[in-house]
């Protein structure tokens, strides 16, 4: 409760008649009890205790660490570089859900917004961009709603986190205050400008309260400051002045050493590097040595690399370090980092969208969603396995194929949008149809076969009875008349 009333006495310190103003201008129902700043309530849940518990500053090893002095360290710039051009590159859709799943809501005014120009002076890769940036330095992403008379959104303008604060009215309400210190936003110069929450898309980072992010530059200031002091030591050490090359001793007291250190640096300095040194009057040059913890600056730096690669959860390689990746497993290492590392970030974008920017009415029939397809596609040869396995079960059509592969659609007279399945290429309305089918004909076939078989018997039961017939003895010529001859002698005797 003391750390409130603290958080009280600095705010009192704020104009309350430009506070007054500032609500009145706003037209705020949230507000209108909010007369004067030291009217806020005493709420334990204070918003902005999750920003202000880690703050930027001097480090342990004695270096100021702030966002920009962090910018300045090669692998730092590197790892948010890639997220935000990671977060701003993907494509951003807002779709309608229908009956049957979910299309393309492009009639709506965000659609445009989200995905092709968010403003009149920004793209959309340029806003998200930028909010990824603020989320990864600040802890938090703020972007002023532009609205028209009917609730539809005109334009988000993002807002240096810096500059803003948050804070809750006296009926427990959220509000915004940006401190425009400069004149970035015109006639508004070192004036305070109060927000309602649906004047605000708010991207919070991770935080103890689930309101406000606090900076990952501030609470990792330790780490970040010791390889800003490790960088410098290195710069200092290659300038020599970390550390003396060697010494020039004289065996007597000398009155100007100055001169003999310039006069030596210019004969024998880098540019004259291997020249052959002459003493005089008894000097002697002695070289000092490497120690063996300076041996290990380079070690010490690689660390470094691989420290701040772990606190933004991005794989060693992605930052050109590739040392520990090898062609077995760099594509996996890519799909790692979609799935664990972006799809967190792009989660926080697209409920904060919903949250902030629909209206009541839309968030159950509207939804943004980020196309992550084209980073998690494997390699050509792996891709038409799958669209082959995909087409041959039915559940992938030709266009549905070449869509994924940014191809252009074939027509519907030519089989474009043909579903087939069981291997044969069957259509899918047709498949019980072409089984019947095949039963019928199967049985026509048996039928066919049978009767067949049956004509086949008769035919060898009559080449059976035939054969049996010529292959029947016959009597001889001479046989037959001998027969007749006893014939007619009995004949004859009677």
């Not at 100021?64 to 859709?93: F, G, N, W």
């Not at 540019?271 to 000097?283: C, F, Q, R, S, T």
């Not at 890519?334 to 967190?344: E, F, H, R």
């Amino acid at each position: 409760m003391q750390s409130d009333k603290n958080d009280k006495n600095e705010f009192e310190a704020v104009n309350t008649v430009e506070a007054t103003e500032a609500i009145e201008g706003n037209k705020t129902s949230d507000l209108q009890g909010l007369k004067s700043i030291a009217d806020l309530p005493d709420v334990q849940n204070s918003v902005r205790d999750s920003g202000t518990t880690f703050l930027f500053g001097q480090s342990t090893s004695g270096e100021k660490v702030d966002e920009k002095t962090a910018m300045q360290i090669a692998t730092v710039y590197a790892c948010v570089r890639l997220l935000a051009e990671s977060v701003a590159q993907l494509p951003l859709h807002l779709y309608r859900v229908t009956g049957d799943g979910k299309e393309k809501a492009i009639d709506h005014p965000l659609y445009r917004i989200l995905n092709r120009q968010t403003n009149p002076e920004m793209t959309s890769f340029s806003f998200r961009e930028t909010m990824m940036t603020h989320l990864l330095l600040w802890g938090n992403a703020y972007a002023q709603i532009i609205r028209d008379g009917k609730n539809g959104v005109l334009g988000l303008y993002p807002l240096l986190p810096e500059n803003v604060e948050v804070d809750r009215d006296e009926s427990g309400k959220i509000f915004y205050i940006y401190h425009a210190y400069t004149n970035e936003v015109p006639g508004e110069n070192n004036k305070d400008i109060y927000f309602r929450r649906e004047e605000m898309l708010h991207i919070p980072g991770l935080g103890f309260n689930g309101l406000v992010g606090f900076s990952p530059i501030a609470m990792m200031k330790n780490c970040l400051g010791a390889a800003m002091a490790v960088e410098k030591y290195g710069s200092l050490f290659f300038r020599n002045g970390a550390q003396p090359i060697g010494v020039l001793s004289h065996p007597m007291s000398l009155k100007n050493p100055d001169r003999i250190r310039e006069d030596w640096k210019r004969i024998y300095g880098s540019n004259n590097a291997h020249n052959v040194a002459i003493l005089e009057e008894g000097m002697s040059y002695k070289p000092i040595s490497l120690p063996p913890e300076d041996s290990q600056f380079l070690s010490t730096r690689e660390f470094d690399v691989e420290e701040i690669c772990r606190i933004f959860r991005v794989p060693p390689h992605l930052v050109q370090d590739l040392k520990r990746s090898t062609f077995n497993n760099i594509e996996h290492q890519g799909i790692s980092y979609v799935q664990y590392t972006l799809m967190p970030w792009l989660e926080r974008f697209e409920q904060a969208i919903i949250k902030d920017i629909l209206i009541e009415s839309e968030q159950d029939e509207y939804f943004p969603k980020f196309n992550v397809d084209g980073l998690l596609r494997g390699d050509y040869e792996s891709r038409m396995r799958g669209y082959a396995i995909g087409f041959t079960n039915g559940f992938l059509s030709p266009n549905d194929i070449r869509r994924l592969e940014n191809m252009d659609p074939i027509p519907d007279e030519l089989g474009g949008n043909v579903y087939v399945a069981n291997g044969s290429y069957v259509l899918l309305k047709d498949i019980g149809i072409a089984y019947a089918n095949r039963i019928q004909q199967s049985q026509q076939a048996t039928s066919d076969i049978q009767s067949e078989s049956q004509s086949s018997q008769k035919q060898e039961e009559q080449v059976a009875q035939k054969e049996q017939q010529e292959t029947k003895p016959k009597e001889s010529k001479q046989h037959t008349e001998r027969k007749k001859q006893r014939k007619t002698e009995r004949k004859g005797n009677s």
